[in-house]
């Protein structure tokens, strides 16, 4: 493990680190925000946030204005990279498949089974990594994402509803099964079985039986995505039928961008600091 990048913020310390992961088979790097509270030798809530369409774990970190409120609220804040990458690593021409675009899954389809094993990375090699190596308290943890980082915060939520306290998400992609970025990349990665795909559909896991007790979403008016790909409407409904608390909040002018996603970031990581300090 090789930190690559290292710059004191906030009175904490913004790292980007590089390591071998096992489970992509590649060199992969995230970035980790160490609050001031973590020079007092104690272990601190950690909020996970997952990336959207094209990122890396820079995006977030060059723009997403979260680290005036961890370090507030004393929030570890972990962002992994999107997909695993390098010239070994197949890829696709397009911006919504293959590299920097990973959903979150683990690949069972040629040629992207080998290295594209996102979920594994995020739900079990990188949390099992941060709780080695950081002062992070696993027993307080937290998740939020944008876009198809939000239907990863969704799905590892859904699929892990004893591990985190909150869950929210910036304009996520709700229904994957049921837009066009989505049935690419699932068809893609986990072939034509429309059933596989429901393991990764917030909506459809909701209809399955997946729960979480409440959900915290924001959404953009402007945001050209919001009909074709994310359609929170779908959400709204199933949290409906679900019984769960879901808070979406449409917010009016505002488009699919870190401008949209900075403006609300400390909202979120106070709504999730609430939770994590009970
Ligand atoms: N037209 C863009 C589309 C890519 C895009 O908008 N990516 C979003 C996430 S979309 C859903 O996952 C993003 O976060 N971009 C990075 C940024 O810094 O804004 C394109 O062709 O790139």
Redesign the pocket.
């Known amino acids: 493990m090789k930190v690559v990048a290292e710059n004191r913020a906030h009175g904490g310390r913004q790292l980007v680190v590089e390591h071998q992961s096992s489970a992509t088979g590649t060199p992969m790097r995230f970035a980790i925000f160490l609050p001031p509270q973590a020079e007092g030798g104690g272990k601190l809530p950690v909020v996970w946030y997952l990336?959207?369409?094209?990122?890396t774990h820079a995006?977030v970190t060059e723009?997403g204005e979260y680290r005036a409120a961890c370090a507030e609220h004393g929030l570890i804040l972990v962002a992994p990279d999107t997909s695993p990458r390098g010239d070994g690593v197949p890829n696709d021409e397009a911006?919504?498949f293959g590299q920097g675009?990973g959903f979150y899954v683990d690949a069972t389809e040629a040629p992207w089974a080998e290295h594209f094993r996102m979920w594994t990375y995020v739900t079990e090699e990188l949390p099992a990594l941060v709780a080695a190596e950081y002062p992070a308290d696993m027993e307080r943890q937290a998740i939020t994402g944008?876009?198809?980082?939000g239907h990863g915060a969704l799905t590892v939520a859904l699929r892990h509803p004893n591990r985190f306290r909150s869950v929210s998400a910036f304009?996520p992609?709700v229904a994957p099964g049921q837009v066009p970025?989505g049935e690419k990349a699932l068809g893609g990665y986990l072939g034509g079985d429309r059933a596989a795909w429901r393991r990764h559909d917030a909506v459809a896991l909701i209809e399955d039986g997946a729960r979480v007790g409440e959900l915290l979403v924001d959404v953009g008016t402007a945001d050209d995505?919001l009909d074709t790909?994310l359609k929170p409407e779908l959400l709204e409904r199933a949290c409906a039928e679900a019984g769960i608390a879901l808070t979406l909040r449409r917010q009016p002018g505002y488009d699919?961008?870190?401008y949209f996603i900075s403006t609300f970031m400390a909202d979120h990581l106070r709504w999730h600091a609430e939770r994590l300090a009970r």
């Open positions: 990336s959207g369409l094209t990122c995006n723009k911006y919504d675009a944008h876009s198809m980082g304009a992609i970025w995505f790909e699919h961008s870190y």
